[in-house]
Structure formats: C-alpha cells, structure tokens
C-alpha cells in the first residue's frame, strides 16, 4: 500500500500500455494481436516494449485483414485465449463489422452461454487532429446499441489502466475507446496496480445547478465549460467511463441534485449515446427534471477536413457553456 | 491408406444417421414442430462425415448455416440438435440459437454460422490456440463454393498461411450459392487452385465418396498435427434440396436426378457389398436403429421446456 501512496506523472498513452503489459504478466491467456503491434509498437506506439517482452507469440503483427484478425482473435477467445486486439483507427473495423457483431458479440448468446468470448477490442478514435472523415469515427453509440459487447471509454490516464485491466478480466467482449488526442495528455497517478471496475460512473466535479454528463474527450470539454461558467452556474459533470453497461444510478442521483441535465458527445447526435442517456433519465427519473433534457452531439454528417468545418461540427467548449445557459433559461 | 472395417461401418451409420435425421427434419418442419430458416444437409453427408472421421473430440470444426451434418458427425447428439431446431430449452444451445447457430463446445463444436463466410475467421482462432499452447489439435472450417467469393475467404487463407495455423479449410463446392449455380457466381471454378495462389497445399476430392473424403482429410490432418501449417480440401458434392426450407429453387431438368446415381448412401454402400463388408440385413439393421434414434430425438424435442423469457439468462447477455 504504501508503494501506491507514492505519485508518478504518466501519459494517457502509457497507461494503457502498463495495464496490457501487467495484465500480459498476470495471465499466460492474454495476447495482444493487431497492425504493426510487434516490431514497431503499434503506429501510437501504444504497444512499444511488448514484443521485446513476450515475443512474437504473444505480440503478433497482422496484414492489414481486419476481418481475418479480428475473427481469429473471437476463434482464440472461443477456445480459451483472452486476445487483445488492436484496431489501428477504429474507422477501420468498419470492414469487419460481421466479426465483431454478428460474431463476436453474438455467440455467447447464440449459444446459450456455452462459448465464452473473453476478448478486448482496443482502438483509437478522435476528433479535432484533422483526419477527414474515415480517420475521424465516433464509434461507441453504434455499438452501445448492440448487444454482447460492453464499451468502455476512458478520459483519464488513471482510468485508462484501471478500465482496461478490468476489461482484460471480463469474460464478454468489451470495446475499449481510445482518444488520441487524449494520448500524450499528462497525469498523476499511483505506482502499481489498480482497477476500476465497468459499469461505475465516475463524479468528475461537484455541482448544483446542472448535470453534464459528458464521454471520452468531451469530459474535458466539459469540465473547460464548467470552469468558465463557476461563480454563475454551478456545473456537476458526470463522466460514465462505461458507456455499456451504464451506471444510471450515478446519473439519476446527480438529476437529483441538479433537476436539469445535457449530455455531450464528440460523436453524431442523431439516435446517439445521449439520446440514450436522456431515454433513460425520462423513463426512469422523468420527474426529477425542472428543465428539458437537451443531447449535444456532432452534425449529421461525415466528420469534415477543414479546421474551420471540423471545429463547427464538433460540439466545442463554447457550445457547452451555450447550451448550458439555454437549458437553465427554459424551466418548466 | 487401408481403412478398417470398422471405420467403414461407422461411417455408413454416421451417413444414414445424417440423412434420416434432414429427412425427419423435413417431416418436422412441414408439420410446423419446427420453424425458421433451415438448410438441408441431403446430398452432402460424405463430407462432414469423412472430415469428422479424421478428427479427435478435442479438434475444433467451425460449421456452416447448413451444418446439421457437421454438428452431428463431430457430436452425435441428435437429440439437443433436433431439440434446438424446435427452439427448446433443451437443445444444444437452449433454444438461443435454432439451426444455423448450433454450439457443442465440449465436443469441438464451435458453433454453426448464419453469415455465409463468417465462420472462416473463427476457425483461425481455433488454430491459433492450439498452436499458442502447443498442443496437437487441429481447427477445420466448412464452407461451400458461396463463401469462397466472400472477401474473408482470402483474408483468412493468407493469415493461415502465414501463421502456420493448423487448420483445414474444407470447400464444401455443393455447386450453388443460394439460388445462383456456381457457373454463374464463380468466374475461375477451381477453388483450389485458388488456396495454392496463397501457398496452402491443396487437394480435390470427389464428395460424395465418403472414402476419398476420409482419406484426404486424414492425410491433411496427421500433416498438420506435424506442425505443416495449413491445408485446402476441395470437395465436390451436390446439394439436393432447395438452399432453405422456404425458398423452393429451380434447377436444369434432370440434372437433380442425374446425381442420385452419385448418393453417398449409395456409394459407400456398394462398395462394402462388393467387398463382403456388409450385407443388406446389416444396412437393414442400421436403418432401425437410425429411425429409433431419431424417434427418440423428436420426441425428447417435443417434450423438453420453452426457454422461460423471464429467466435471467435468457434476458441479459452479461456472463
């Protein structure tokens, strides 16, 4: 205990990797297989020092055949292994959707729980780096949508390692989101091992007049807005971290407290996550709201290239503390 | 390769089992005692036959949307896979799955597959475990001429190729993808040759001759447990019914009945004559056996519980 006493600043990115590498230790079960992932570390370099570690028989670089690796990695999952996988861009698994959905995230239902699919699907997704459409996905709303697969997206560097060793532990695929712009953001954290168990919202700051319960980079967007906003409108930000299974009583709790909600995501608004999440808040907890529940999300269209239409799209700090103001101008 | 006897009869059974089993099936389902889409194995028993002959309980066959005759060479467990196709909570996977989705995992069964080159992949995966603890199974993939124009076919031959994997990919060439004849889907008809482009050794074989198929997978097998890598089966073979239970299909005249004189029943069935193997009493007496089994089977369907909505397992996916 005392070693986690004692604090040590890390990237984002190091995170993940330490959780792999201790979770590598821990259990023989435990691959990492994906592009580039052996010699070169991953194109992020999320997997750097692995291969040198465990060898090529438990870092294994792929050709680009996402659907070859992926159904490969659910095959290994079937019969016994507990693979990591890494997706380059998520946008990529978009040409392996059969693998991860009608596969994997399917057959332990299919089966009637007989085959057990214990596997991680790692990949980085972003806005704001300027990558154009196929390089820009937000993809956890589509997946959150599909039963069989947990989603899972941390914001912190703490959370980072905790929820994927968790993840690591599960025996249901999980889809672990990494942002990229989050990667090389600094943090301090323990020495050692610790777990954040899925499912467990995390309260990211402490307030009375509003809930913002905010995912992946956009907590951080949401904290900025809330920062701004202090001394005139006291923002509570929730952050779910597990987007599937959704901790609705750290949600509903929060409504309590603040009676207004919005909720933002980097990712499409239209039949999105957070329109998920404000679902849930009428179904279950309609009365606590004094204000319109509003979702704040991208257009609907495919994430732009140019700065100045990317930056439009995407909801902004700004338009958090917008919206907010709006919200709390329409009582009911 | 000199097969026993024993392994012959074994196989004539397990042959006559599958087809009475499609056959009860059709009965069943024209009855309404079971419902959804199924896929008719009739016509191709040779090959999940002769494949699961050369196989282990511990090696691992991924199956097909037409994989009644996968589940029940590799298992025998005609009564959990009849009970599945009725969607009861005592079939093999308590009614979640129905006829294309039937898992056995305890007897190598990794599930049958509704996207038609899916269960390709998978089979990689199976491979690659056994390669990653070092034991001496191997993983065998059904597929027909269909998937082979599906994109994860090449995927998944390169990957094995270059990981070794010990996996069989069998190419179920049945001549027809759906409705549309393989003439008109495929526009190079030698599928295997397409597996050697990718550096796998590849063979083609007659399908409907059980004995053929046996051998060819047994050599293919001992191979791979030799750490080979993996290896292509083609085998041709005809499937007599419709793609599924509810799309009738049209096909040239006479070209259903010329294979008949091709039967694998048939087939296998003479020549054990010929040889002094067997006599008709001895066909006689596996035909009621068969019958009695799949009597059985139908009625432990029949009898066994629908899955309860309420039950926890039935409602959540959450293991």
Redesign the interface.
Known sequence: MAKMQEKRTIWYKTAINEAMLEEMERDERVFVIGEDVDIFGGVFKITKGLVEKFGNRRVRGTPISEAAFIGLAAGAAMTGLRPIVEIMYVDFALVAMDQLINQAASSCYMSGGKVRLPLVFRGQYGVGTREAAQHSRNFESWLVNTPGIKVVMPSTAYDAKGLLKSAIRDDNPVLYLENRVLYTQKEEVPRGEWLVPLGVAALRREGADITVVATGYAVHKALAAAASLAGRIDVEVVDPRTLDPLDMETILKSVEKTSALLVVQEGVVKAGFAAEVIRRVAEEGFDLLDYPPVALGAWDVPVPFSPVLEDAAIPQSEDIVRTIQEVLGKKR | MDITKKIKIEMLRKLILIRRFEEKVKELYNQGSIIGAIHLYIGQEAVATGVCQALQADD?V?STHRGHGHAIAKTLDVKTIMAELMGKDG???????GSM?L???DKGL??G???VG?????????????Q??GTAQV?VTFFSDGAANQ??FG??L??AA??ELPVLFVCENNQYAATTPVKRSTAELNVAGRAESYGLPASRVDGNDVLAVYEAASGAVARMRAKSGPAFLECRTYRIEPHCGIIPDEREPGERESWHERDPILILRRKLEAEGSVEPKDVEAIEAQVAAQLEEAAAFGESSPWPDPEAA?NRS???
Do not use: D, K, Q
């Open positions: 691992y991924f079939g093999m996977s308590r009614g979640h799955g989705h898992f056995e995992p990794m599930g597959n509704g996207i899916g269960g390709v992949p998978l089979s990689l995966g199976g491979a690659f475990s056994a990653y603890r993983s994109g994860t995927e998944s390169n990957l270059l990981f397992h996916w959450v293991v």
